[in-house]
T-cell receptor, first 116, second 112 residues
Framework: GAVVSQHPSRVICKSGTSVKIECRSL??????MFWYRQFPKKSLMLMAT?????????EQGVEKDKFLINHASLTLSTLTVTSAHPEDSSFYIC????????????FGEGSRLTVL | KQEVTQIPAALSVPEGENLVLNCSFT??????LQWFRQDPGKGLTSLLL?????REQTSGRLNASLDKSSGRSTLYIAASQPGDSATYLC???????????FGKGTTLSVSS
């Protein structure tokens, strides 16, 4: 299958700082990428849809000013958690859609964020 | 709005047993249905993708079926092995280009 690389895999930061997570599609062009959040022993919750060259679409209840998403190229989307708070600690996973493969979604390995 | 439910939430079986994981969805107008595997603390591995025009897909010991009329999909695992122990997630999308909506998963434990 197609490969999506997510970095960093783990990050620890202090409250009030900002953290950027990168999501890259390595062998396909992803005009659309999706960002999910997963709490311990819970399922994946969609946070936002990222479209290359345009503003992201956020799900209800997700603060767009806190979770900044940028999709500047066909292979890179970034999620920046601003003014991080301990309640932002979670597992964040991105996915890219390969339209050449029947719209199948491929997921990154996820980023574990811990805010102290 | 699409909702995906998975039953059971957890399942323990001895090695060698055949098993079925169930997934149901509320909106039958789905575009794609995907089954994933997730190991603890890891990302998702795509197992099978079933497009709306298909009824089933097979990969090795795995077989996934799709019945849109009843709003159900099943993942059949033949001859289970301890290495199959993981959480299995079912997810559906309703249109091309839209996100997958996930169920809460079934955590499978296969004992040797």
């Amino acid at each position: 299958g197609a490969v999506v690389s997510q970095h960093p895999s783990r990050v620890i930061c202090k409250s009030g700082t900002s953290v950027k997570i990168e999501c890259r599609s390595l062998d396909f062009q992803a005009t659309t990428m999706f960002w999910y959040r997963q709490f311990p022993k819970k399922s994946l919750m969609l946070m936002a849809t990222s479209n290359e060259g345009s503003k992201a679409t956020y799900e209800q209840g997700v603060e767009k000013d806190k979770f900044l998403i940028n999709h500047a190229s066909l292979t890179l989307s970034t999620l920046t958690v601003t003014s991080a708070h301990p309640e932002d600690s979670s597992f964040y996973i991105c996915s890219g859609q390969d339209r050449g493969r029947s719209g199948e979604l491929f997921f990154g390995e996820g980023s574990r964020l811990t805010v102290l | 709005k699409q909702e995906v439910t998975q039953i059971p939430a957890a399942l323990s079986v001895p090695e060698g047993e055949n098993l079925v994981l169930n997934c149901s969805f509320t909106d039958s107008a789905i575009y794609n249905l995907q089954w994933f595997r997730q190991d603890p603390g890891k990302g998702l591995t795509s197992l099978l993708l079933i497009q709306s025009s298909q009824r089933e897909q097979t990969s090795g010991r795995l077989n996934a079926s799709l019945d849109k009329s009843s709003g159900r999909s099943t993942l059949y695992i033949a001859a289970s092995q301890p290495g199959d122990s993981a959480t299995y997630l079912c997810a559906a999308s309703n249109q091309a280009g839209t996100a997958l909506i996930f169920g809460k998963g079934t955590t499978l434990s296969v004992s040797s």
